[in-house]
C-alpha cells in the first residue's frame, strides 16, 4: 500500500519550514514577542564585555524559547485542526504546550544567570 506522500527534496523542506516560519510569525503575538525578545538578548550578549565563549553560551541559549514557542503552536494548530469546541483533553494538551514555553524562559534565566555569574567570576564552574 502506498502513502500519500510528496517526494521531498532539501530545497522542497527549507521552503517548506521558512513557509512555517514565515507563517508563525504572522499570526502568533507571542513568537513575535520572542523574536523581540531573541533579538534584545542577541545584541545584549554580543555586547557584554565578557570572553566569547561566554557570548556564545548566551546567544546559543537564546534559541530554546523560540523551539518551545514553535512547538506550542503547533500543538495549538492541532488541537484547533480537530475541535474548537471546549473539550478536557484539548485544554490539556494547549496548556502543556505552555508549560513548556514557561519552563523555556525559566531555563534561558537560569542559564544566563549561571554564565553571567561565571563571566564575572562570581562562580567557578568546573
Known sequence: MAL???KYTLLKNARYAL???????RNE???RLQIVLFLCGMITAWLLPIAF???AILAVSLFIPLMAEITNSAIERTVDLVTFDHHELAKRAKDAGASLVFISLA???FIWIVTLAAAYGCVTLS
Open 107 to 109: 531555563m534561558l534565566a
Open 19 to 25: 513557509e512555517g516560519l514565515i507563517e508563525i510569525t
Open 53 to 55: 565563549h561566554y557570548q
Open 4 to 6: 500519500n506522500k510528496p
Open 29 to 31: 503575538n507571542s513568537f
